[in-house]
């Protein structure tokens, strides 16, 4: 039989919900100003921002900072809280935890003790963090 006439799966189908998820938060990791977004959240943990504040940072309008913050949410990798009226968004961590997870499971071909340095400096926050050559941080 021909290898070319046989049936295959779309890339998305062949992923699985996993891969589905993880394509949606690089996805929405993958434009400027939600990646922006979501490393300021994560330098206000544990008490988040206002969409307010986060637009004022951003100097982005708020009903455009609110989409992002859609985005995000949708991806799992910021939430919300209602207090009172005021509604706080913090970077979801552990769905940021996830996404490592997913990325790296593989790593070393599952030799935890070959990749015990990338995993402890994901953990302790040590890791070296030095942008390519010419690339802004």
């Not at 959240?41 to 913050?69: D, F, K, W, Y």
């Not at 961590?93 to 070393?108: I, P, V």
Request: aromatic fraction near 4%; proline fraction near 4%.
């Amino acid at each position: 039989m021909n290898e070319a006439a046989l049936p295959t799966a779309a890339p998305s189908e062949s992923l699985g919900a996993s891969g589905q998820r993880a394509l949606g938060a690089l996805a929405a990791l993958g434009q400027q100003t939600r990646l922006a977004i979501f490393k300021f959240l994560v330098s206000h943990e544990p008490c988040g921002r206002t969409v307010g504040e986060i637009a004022l940072a951003m100097q982005c309008p708020q009903n455009t900072t609110s989409g992002h913050l859609a985005i995000l949410s949708r991806a799992q990798l910021v939430t919300s809280t209602r207090q009172g009226r005021t509604v706080i968004y913090r970077a979801d961590l552990a769905g940021m935890r996830w996404l490592l997870e997913y990325l790296l499971a593989d790593c070393c071909n599952g030799d935890a003790s070959m990749c015990a340095t990338v995993f402890s400096s994901l953990c302790t926050g040590d890791c070296a963090h030095s942008p390519a050559e010419g690339q802004p941080d």
